[in-house]
């Protein structure tokens, strides 16, 4: 489980077929071969690790949910180590599961924050609330509206420092999780509604 509190931005050195080599610092601190880590997102399970850097491995899934899999190239990822009982939850459980991905349509800079459009999938769009959480490429954001097939978030500069999300563009590709209660409520309201 992580918390969708980032704790370093990685830059990506290699992907090659299902190899790919982050470097980093903080994240290596304490880490272990068989750890999982957010990797802007996505629960990856550490199979190698340098001085400076981290591997994994993608398995087809993975590409097939999240940007690993579009033909957008990445250089910088969000990275975050899983969870412990001692450490404060900032922001929301994730899972580092990947739904979907979304698309980045607007981006408008207001006085003390930015506000981001992203369409997404219906899937995704039934699974969220206005003022619920949601995990951006693994960042816990509150979902400021949705209207039809898009979300809109604000991001605040400090948000923008820490994270990727600062360097986000036009059209740019993201992965998305939801609340995980709010996905077990609606399915278990479904089956009720069933019978």
């Known amino acids: ?47 190698s690790i340098t001085d400076d850097s981290l591997h994994f491995q993608l398995t087809e899934e993975t590409r097939s949910k999240t940007f690993f899999g579009s033909e957008q190239e990445k250089s910088m990822v969000n990275l975050e180590r899983a969870a412990t009982f001692d450490k404060r939850i900032g922001g929301h459980l994730l899972e580092g599961h990947i739904e979907g991905t979304a698309i980045c349509k607007k981006i408008s800079i207001l006085k003390n924050s930015n506000e981001v459009i992203f369409e997404a999938e219906k899937i995704i769009i039934d699974n969220i609330v206005e003022k619920g959480y ?62």
């Open 1 to 47: 489980m992580f918390t969708g509190i980032v704790e370093e931005i990685g830059k990506i050195r290699k992907i090659k077929e299902n190899d790919l080599v982050i470097d980093c610092k903080k994240v290596i601190e304490g880490s272990n071969i068989g750890d999982s880590i957010s990797v802007s997102g996505i629960c990856l399970t550490i199979t």
């Open 134 to 195: 949601i995990g951006i490429d693994g960042t816990s954001i509150t979902i400021v509206s949705i209207e039809n097939n898009q979300f809109a978030i604000s991001l605040i500069p400090h948000t923008m420092d820490i994270t990727t999300l600062g360097h986000l563009t036009k059209n740019q590709i993201v992965n998305i999780e939801t609340d995980i209660n709010a996905r077990y409520i609606r399915k278990y309201v479904e089956q009720i509604m069933k019978n």
